[in-house]
């Protein structure tokens, strides 16, 4: 069965910089896209970014130019490098993969989630 496990998450000042992780466990045949999405507190999720194999990442207009999404191919993982941080950039923060078997069937997987919280 294939879980998503985030960590880095935490408290920071307004200003800071924090690094999330998202491994990946049991069989994966093929990752196609990894992305991080957030949600805060009486919101709804929102993309933060993504990245495709093949593709340059995408990015929320929110995020763009403060946050970095990487990926790992060989470990099944992504990261999100997050700096310059502002308070509204506080939420819950989840993985997510979308996935590929050999057969074409295609799955999505989501992280139980990170919470980070941008505060002084």
């Known amino acids: 069965q294939v879980q998503l496990v985030e960590s880095g998450g935490g408290m920071v000042q307004p200003g800071g910089s924090l690094k999330l992780s998202c491994a990946t466990t049991?069989?994966?045949?093929?990752?196609?896209?990894m992305g991080w999405y957030r949600q805060a507190p009486g919101k709804e999720r929102e993309l933060v970014a993504t990245i495709t194999r093949g593709r340059s990442p995408n990015y929320s207009d929110s995020v763009k130019g403060r946050f970095t999404i990487s990926r790992d191919n060989a470990k099944n993982a992504a990261y999100l490098q997050m700096d310059r941080l502002k308070p509204e950039d506080t939420a819950v923060y989840f993985c997510y993969v979308d996935s590929y078997t050999e057969y074409d069937e295609w799955f999505d997987y989501w992280g139980q989630g990170t919470q980070v919280t941008v505060s002084s």
């Open positions: 049991g069989v994966i045949y093929a990752i196609h896209t």
